[in-house]
């Protein structure tokens, strides 16, 4: 395409050598009146073309495109090829666009496009049933407008993209929701919801099943452990190579007490739900608890220091804080070897309480930190079980973290020991002075 500046720069040079000849052959004025009509015809045409070109562009179609002439007929050609890439683009676009549309529309999770300030974009037909939006009226509402929940708001105020948010609702109490909020492009954000009600009700069955065969076997097992308490005490009734086998059938049934007392106390922390109490505990004393009962389960073999700050107490159910606090505590003793270290801390860091154990153990290998709260599962199970451990222990202090807001960290190197931190929310602290 030519440049129309060089163009018009050519026309001006030809019509004032035209101009010059007419002065030549005629007079200045003719010569002048010449150059001005010239002028003003050039002027006039593109001052036509630009009346189409605006014409055009109010309903700009393909088909009624004018041709032009001069610089102009390049000027439409290109703008045609331009309009009919960007028409091809737009219907590739749209196309893309739709069948985004029609797989959002399929997926059975709520799905709600935000944007920077939480106001609704878009969302599909399960999200409008899940959370009773309608985006014929509810585009660019906040989306806590709609939603007035505390912990919603909460929530969607925290920017943890990591975290889930399980909202029971208000429309239908009978059905909870898992809801998650996903960043995407320029500080926009996608809430996912879905529909957990059935998997609620199957761990309800779950846990009612485990409490319930757990409470039936108390009993009986009391009942056995009782008789062969009984029975190791009559020395004089065994001979020699019997007691063995007595013997161990006593350490097997007491393991069995503990693994359903350890079911019994995981299953009640469990089925509660609702935020821990916040009772001030008195820190100082279950403190000399913990020491008095990790030395005589360690029996000395350990080397056992704890660095307490006896300013800081904590709000929350003393019990469940206790069993937390000790099975770290266990869970360190029985993965330590004789003669290894095993540092208790109890301190404020950013204002906010923590208990840590550290140990000196064999350490854990980096891959299965995500998994040492499951129920079970043990990083070496012979060594668990010859220890006496039930494999519940980190899975009920993940429960009681849960019940008391707080968060439980892990770190671990292979052979050099392993941390176990808890670190409790700001309003579950209480200072003394």
């Not at 509810?138 to 975290?163: G, M, V």
């Not at 039936?216 to 007691?243: A, H, Q, W, Y």
């Amino acid at each position: 395409m030519q440049d129309i500046r060089w163009n018009s720069f050519w026309v001006l040079v030809f019509v004032s050598f035209l101009s010059l000849m007419v002065w030549g052959f005629k007079s200045l004025e003719a010569a002048l009146f010449f150059f001005t009509s010239c002028l003003t015809f050039y002027l006039l045409s593109h001052v036509y073309w630009i009346h189409r070109l605006n014409k055009w562009l109010k309903n700009p179609n393909l088909s009624t495109i004018p041709s032009g002439s001069g610089i102009w007929e390049e000027i439409f050609a290109l703008l045609y090829r331009e309009y009919r890439k960007q028409k091809r683009s737009k219907s590739e676009l749209t196309t893309t666009l739709g069948r985004f549309m029609t797989a959002a529309e399929a997926i059975p999770d709520g799905i709600i496009a935000l944007n920077q300030n939480n106001e609704i974009e878009w969302c599909n037909k399960p999200s409008e049933k899940m959370l009773g939006v309608n985006l014929s009226k509810d585009i660019n509402q906040p989306i806590n407008y709609l939603l007035r929940e505390t912990s919603f708001t909460e929530y969607l105020n925290n920017n943890k993209n990591d975290a889930t948010l399980k909202l029971i609702s208000w429309r239908n109490t009978g059905r909870s929701f898992e809801i998650l909020l996903v960043p995407f492009g320029a500080n926009q954000k996608l809430l996912i919801c879905r529909d957990i009600t059935q998997l609620e009700k199957n761990d309800s069955i779950k846990r009612d099943f485990i409490a319930n065969v757990s409470h039936e076997l108390k009993t009986p097992l009391t009942v056995i452990v009782g008789f062969l308490e009984t029975l190791s005490d009559m020395k004089n009734e065994f001979n020699e190579k019997t007691r063995p086998y007595l013997q161990m059938m006593l350490e097997q049934s007491d393991r069995m007490r503990r693994l359903v007392e350890d079911l019994l106390k995981l299953s009640s922390i469990e089925s509660n739900a609702a935020p821990a109490m916040k009772k001030e505990i008195n820190m100082s004393q279950l403190f000399k608890d913990l020491k008095k009962d990790s030395a005589l389960l360690s029996n000395k073999e350990h080397k056992i220091t704890m660095s307490i700050s006896k300013n800081i107490s904590l709000l929350g159910y003393e019990k469940e804080i206790y069993s937390a606090f000790f099975n770290l505590i266990i869970n360190a003793i029985h993965y330590t070897k004789k003669g290894g270290s095993i540092n208790v801390i109890w301190g404020m860091k950013n204002q906010r309480p923590y208990f840590e154990v550290q140990d000196s153990g064999i350490g854990i290998d980096e891959k299965l930190i995500p998994r040492l709260t499951e129920r079970f599962f043990r990083i070496d199970a012979d060594r668990s079980r010859k220890s006496g451990g039930t494999g519940l222990g980190l899975s009920i202090v993940k429960h009681v973290c849960i019940r008391h807001q707080a968060q439980i960290e892990i770190t671990s190197q292979m052979g050099k020991g392993s941390q176990f931190k808890i670190v409790f929310p700001q309003d579950r602290l209480s200072l003394n002075t």
